[in-house]
Nanobody
Framework: QVQLVEAGEGLVQAGGSLRLSCVAS????????MGWSRQAPGKQRELVAT???????KYVDSVKGRFTISRDNAKNTVYLQMNSLKPEDTAVYYC?????????????????WGQGTQVTVSS
């Protein structure tokens, strides 16, 4: 019942910027946390950034100072602003979210991921 759709894929040169967005839809009561993960070819998936409903953020060390995660709670949307991109940032980026879905009388917790969006940074 919950769907995440990412947008913002593209090819950029090293040093450039790109902004990703992810919109959650469905019978959502609340979203407690949203985040972004990525997976490069031949490598395991890693968590890049997370943000809670209260605005607390965390980042993997490799992107600190370059990436910024933000969210619009009213729109159930999370963003990832990526600046000073490096070739090693090349990966498929996935949006994820967790929260409550259903009605006030019947609800349950969910955790889901989007389909992913390709980000390629050329040298």
């Amino acid at each position: 019942q919950v769907q995440l759709v990412e947008a913002g894929e593209g090819l950029v040169q090293a040093g450039g910027s790109l902004r990703l967005s992810c919109v959650a839809s469905g019978d959502i009561l609340s979203i407690d946390a949203m985040g972004w993960s990525r997976q490069a070819p031949g490598k395991q998936r890693e968590l890049v950034a997370t943000i809670t409903s209260g605005g607390s953020t965390k980042y993997v060390d490799s992107v600190k100072g370059r990436f910024t995660i933000s969210r619009d709670n009213a729109k159930n949307t999370v963003y990832l602003q990526m600046n000073s991109l490096k070739p090693e940032d090349t990966a498929v980026y996935y949006c994820d979210a967790e929260g409550l879905v259903g009605s006030s009388s019947y609800y349950f917790r969910f955790q889901t991921w989007g389909q992913g969006t390709q980000v390629t940074v050329s040298s």
